[in-house]
Antibody, heavy 122, light 108 residues
C-alpha cells in the first residue's frame, strides 16, 4: 500500500522553529517529486513547497520563502520541512503529497497524500 | 502567478441531484495541468481528476471534468451521500502550484 506518514508537528512559540518529516512507503520514493501543502483551521489548501526527485528543482510559496527549507533523503524515503521564524499565520495542518516528474517536467498532480501533522504557533 | 477562483463557495443540493462546480484561472492554462481534489471532513484531500478530464484511480464515473483556457468545471452527475465534501481545483503546472479556494457541496 502506498502511504505517506507525517510527523513533527506540535506547539511552538512565535519566532520558533520546527522540523516536519514525512516517510513514504509502498513505492519507490526516489523517483517521485514531493510536496508540502498546508491548511489553516477552517480554511482551504495552500501549496507550500515542492522538491523534484533529483533535487534539481526546489520551489517555495512567497509566504514561506526565506523561512522554510524543503529537503529529502531518498535513501530513507523521507521528506522534510525545516520551518524557522514561525508566526501565528503558519498555524495549519501540514500535508506531504506525492507528485511526479517526467523527463521533461514535473507538472503532475498530487496523487497520494499523508494524513497531515498539526503545527500550532502560539 | 496563476490565481484560481472557484464558484460557488457553497452548493446546497439534495442527494441524487447534479452538481456543477466552476474553476476560473487568472490566465489561460493547459487542461493538462488542471486537477481536482475532494476533501471530506476530517480527512486528507484525495485526487479526483487530472489533465482536466481524466479520473484518478478508483473514482466513479459519475465524476467528470471539462474545460479549457481559463474556465474548467467538475460535474457530479448524481450526488451520493459520500460526495458531500469540499472540492478544490489546482494548477499543477509550473510553480506556484496554486489551489482554488474550494467549493463546499452540502446536503440541502
Amino acid at each position: 500500500e502506498v502511504q505517506l506518514v507525517e510527523s513533527g508537528g506540535g506547539l511552538v512559540k512565535p519566532g520558533g522553529s520546527l522540523r516536519l518529516s514525512c516517510v513514504g512507503s509502498g513505492f519507490t520514493f526516489s523517483i517521485y517529486s514531493m510536496n508540502w501543502v498546508r491548511q489553516a483551521p477552517g480554511k482551504g489548501l495552500e501549496w507550500v513547497s515542492s522538491i523534484s526527485s533529483d533535487f534539481s528543482y526546489i520551489y517555495y510559496s512567497d509566504s514561506v520563502k526565506g523561512r522554510f527549507t524543503i529537503s529529502r533523503d531518498n535513501a530513507q524515503s523521507s521528506l522534510y520541512l525545516q520551518m524557522n521564524s514561525l508566526s501565528a499565520e503558519d498555524t495549519a495542518v501540514y500535508y506531504c503529497a506525492r507528485g511526479y516528474c517526467s523527463d521533461t517536467n514535473c507538472y503532475y498532480p498530487f496523487d497520494t497524500w499523508g494524513h497531515g501533522t498539526l503545527v500550532t504557533v502560539s | 502567478d496563476i490565481v484560481l477562483t472557484q464558484s460557488p463557495g457553497t452548493l446546497s443540493l439534495f442527494p441524487g441531484e447534479r452538481a456543477t462546480l466552476s474553476c476560473w484561472a487568472s490566465q489561460s492554462i493547459s487542461s493538462n495541468y488542471l486537477a481536482w481534489y475532494q476533501q471530506r471532513p476530517g480527512q486528507a484531500p484525495r485526487l479526483l481528476m487530472y489533465d482536466g478530464s481524466r479520473r484518478a484511480t478508483g473514482i466513479p464515473d459519475r465524476f467528470s471534468g471539462s474545460g479549457s483556457g481559463t474556465y474548467f468545471t467538475l460535474t457530479i452527475s448524481r450526488l451520493e451521500p459520500e460526495d458531500f465534501a469540499v472540492y478544490y481545483c489546482q494548477h499543477c503546472g509550473a510553480a506556484p502550484k496554486s489551489f482554488g479556494g474550494g467549493t463546499k457541496v452540502e446536503i440541502k
